[in-house]
């Protein structure tokens, strides 16, 4: 796109700004929309496992149910509560959106299509993925409300339980692949074990990639892990409070965090935009089209979660996070490292 707009008579610095600005402005719409359509699947399934019809009369089959929600929400009236602080209260839902598409500028759609191919990108995500947690604490004291500031003191201990773990699974990761970028840890996922493309089918790496995903529904909130929005213990936690685009952009950067972690699965674990298999035939289809594939599976398993499994009791995350997961994925830096420099792989 540069090259483009430098041969319209732009500057090279103001060519890479606008072609920036394109990239950011596509893969943001582009993750909206498929927040809106992910919504009316979740439900669609939550139905089809409760043996209901789900969203059905907006649309054909109910598809634009989503975008009436969405049409029906900015319609209303934004109601602030007399005794919160105004300022933090609306911010805080700028925040969690905000950061919930930031964490998409690194992740490779395909081999060199990324916003930021940066050599830091699983540290940037890390990072990222981290702040989301401010606009959920912003949000619960700023309410001025007990329900909402249980919320909040609850979503801090969840994430810091579960981000001590999800880090040390990525530096297993970060070994093997001997990378930070996630172009490179796609790469090194090529025929990792025989044709089979991905880390996930590696003995070591395969109980590694099982934390992550329970960790990930932990990071983003997700039953059995909703603690933070228990609507039969706290109403409805830190959203308590909120009304109109102010509720709905927790949604969209609820759900927009889920496409991540989904995503993040795939590139850490499933060879990214790789075919599952290393064979010459699979790679005609574009590799886009397969992550995209791997993401909507993934979205499948934690939607399937959603409607099957109950809410877990505080002191039950509590000791998965510190008792389990984090012992177990010390074990597992500890394992790999020592296998691979046994193995001579840093040699």
Known sequence: MIPFFEASGFSYEAAWGLSTVIEILVISLLVMFAVAMVIYADRKIWAAMALRKGPNVVGPLGLLQSFADGIKVFLQETIIPS????????IAPIITFTVALMAWAVIPFN???????????VLYVLAISSLGVYGVVIAGWSSNSKYPFFSAMR??????????????ILVCVVLWAGSFNLNDIVKAQQ?????????????????????????SLAETARAPFDLTEAESE??????????????????????????LMCALNATLFWGGWLPPLDIPVLYYVPGTVWLLIKILGFFFIFSWVKATVPRYRYDQLMRLGWKIFLPLSLFFVFAISGYLMATGHFA
């Open 111 to 121: 081999s060199g299509a990324t916003l930021a191919n940066i050599n830091v990108g």
């Open 234 to 259: 706290l109403v409805a936690g830190y959203q308590t409070e909120y009304s109109s685009m102010a509720f709905a952009l927790y949604w969209l950067g609820e759900y927009a965090n889920v496409l």
């Open 191 to 215: 025929g990792h074990v025989w044709i089979i493309n991905g880390f996930v089918a590696n003995p070591l790496l395969f109980p590694v990639w099982v934390m992550f995903l329970i960790s």
């Open 83 to 90: 005794a919160a602080n105004k300022g933090l209260f609306l």
């Open 155 to 168: 979503a801090a201990a969840q994430m810091i339980s579960y981000e001590v773990s999800i880090g040390f």
